[in-house]
């Protein structure tokens, strides 16, 4: 028997895992690291029957929970808990999968897993149970990658949205522009193969009415995947000013907790400081910076070294000053477009009135009047727009397809008559839109067509 160092590869199988015609059984701790009321091992693979009986000394019944203890190598007892076995094909990965739950500590979660890797299993790369579920037909590729984003959900809004791509909400859609899509190029192939016939303009209009269609579609996925991009992301929000016009006030104000150091003392922030939050469900990364200034101090000038690169990744920058004192901090500062004015302090000038006022917020960070306003222009100015309706939470890949996808559907629109360059863009459209979900097969298009056409008559 192996030590049981689980850096090694006990069970001696190919690392990368993706073998799909012999898959070897992975395993893995599959809840976080650390202290927890419970940690599961989970093990997914050909062995995992035989690694059962290993470790608990019996195969659970499929799908039902059995309280057991988990056995090393040499039989001694390392936990106690609950296994469960689910017999492939009806399990997450598609084969057959063993969980092991058993007491979150690190110690034991390591003694589980060792007892499992010693039993026959090999440890798991990242995301490999997924990529099998992948392979397995179990999820396609936007699924999969929905699973990381529901995982990583920085916001509530984030989460609702992966859930709603893991169910296959984006996928479907994506299917229906391919199905549409491969309606057309059976049209187009039509039209091909038989160019004489008379009702060649019927199937010109009827092209372009199509066309028309998918590429409204097109445009609708689109601007739901680049909302949902927003999501995924989160927006990066820097606070920048002069020193002390109340840039950590104001952090300590959206975070709702004294996070930042807050003093008279002008150039008291020195480092930039991070704090996540949420404005209405949407993730944003708040940053409080070093105050910008002619500065003689070493540790000074290396703060606003730092405003300056936090600026420069800025979705929107929030340029802060003092009610009453106007004072914009030196440049260079972001692009107006990625810019507020925030006018802070106003409880220090009698009469004045919170809220937006033009390009200007007029806040108070001691009083709090105005976030509100100050809150929605953030999410305006970062080109949220989607409050309440369904987005896709697209990931920088997918927009690159969409993208593309609507390249060819733009250049088949401008090939009406050159019909093969016409059907040729539409094939490229759809091999783009393929590439998301991870399904392109050229059977689709050669079903559709004979299903369609008697062509063997
Ligand atoms: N009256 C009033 N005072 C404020 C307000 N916001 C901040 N202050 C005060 O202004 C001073 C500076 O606030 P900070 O939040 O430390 O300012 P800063 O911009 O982070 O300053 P540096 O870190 O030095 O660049 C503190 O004394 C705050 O209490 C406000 O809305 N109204
Ligand atoms: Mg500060």
Redesign the pocket.
């Given at each position: 028997m192996p030590s049981g160092d689980i850096e090694n590869n006990p069970a001696g199988n190919n690392p990368t895992g993706n073998n799909q015609a012999a898959p070897d059984t992975i395993a893995a701790v599959a809840t976080a690291a650390g202290r927890g009321g419970i940690g599961v091992v989970r093990v997914s693979g050909p062995k995992a029957p035989a690694i059962a009986r290993a470790v608990i000394g019996r195969l659970p019944e499929s799908r039902r929970a059995l309280h057991c203890f988990f056995h090393d190598a040499r039989g001694e007892r390392v936990d106690e808990g609950i296994a469960l076995y689910f017999k492939a094909p009806h399990s997450y990965t598609g084969d057959d999968i063993l969980e092991l739950q058993g007491h979150g500590g690190p110690v034991v979660m390591h003694a589980v897993l060792e007892a499992v890797l010693d039993a026959g299993a090999r440890l798991a790369g990242p995301g490999e149970f997924t990529r099998r579920a992948f392979l397995n037909g179990r999820l396609d590729l936007a699924q999969a990658e929905a699973v990381a984003d529901l995982i990583d959900a920085a916001s509530r809004e984030a989460a609702r949205s992966a859930l709603r791509s893991l169910g296959g909400d984006f996928s479907a859609v994506i299917a229906s522009l391919v199905a549409g899509l491969t309606d057309l190029r059976a049209l187009t192939e039509a039209m091909l193969d038989f160019p004489d016939e008379e009702v060649d303009s019927l199937h010109r209009d009827d092209a372009a009415m199509r066309l028309g269609q998918l590429r409204a579609a097109l445009e609708d996925v689109m601007a739901k995947s680049r909302q949902g991009s927003l999501l995924r992301t989160g927006i990066h929000a820097v606070l920048a000013?002069r020193?002390?016009?109340?840039?950590?006030?104001?952090l300590n104000r959206l975070a709702g907790a004294e996070r930042?150091?807050?003093?008279?003392?002008?150039?008291?922030?020195r480092d930039a400081l991070r704090e996540p939050i949420q404005i209405d469900g949407v993730p944003v990364m708040v940053v409080?910076t070093?105050?910008l200034r002619e500065s003689q101090d070493e540790v000074e000038r290396l703060g606003m070294q730092r405003t300056r690169h936090e600026l420069e990744r800025a979705d929107v920058a929030l340029v802060?000053m003092e009610a009453g004192k106007l004072d914009a901090p030196p440049g260079p500062l972001p692009d107006a477009a990625l810019r507020l004015t925030v006018i802070?302090?106003i409880?220090?000038v009698p009469g004045s009135v919170a809220g937006r006022r033009g390009d200007e917020i007029h806040?108070?960070?001691?009083?709090g009047a105005g976030m509100d306003a100050l809150c929605a222009a953030v999410l305006d100015a970062a080109g949220w727009t989607a409050r309440g309706e369904t987005v896709f939470l697209a990931r920088e890949r997918h927009l690159r397809a969409l993208a593309a996808a609507r390249a060819h559907l733009e250049s088949a629109g401008a090939q009406m008559s050159r019909w093969e360059l016409f059907a040729e863009d539409l094939r490229l459209a759809q091999e783009a839109l393929g590439e998301i979900t991870g399904r392109v097969s050229a059977d689709d298009l050669l079903g559709e067509i004979f299903s369609r056409f008697c062509i063997g008559k």
């Open positions: 000013g020193p002390n016009v109340g840039k950590s006030s104001l930042a150091i807050v003093s008279a003392v002008p150039g008291t922030t409080d070093a105050g802060i802070n302090k409880d220090l806040v108070s960070a001691k009083t």
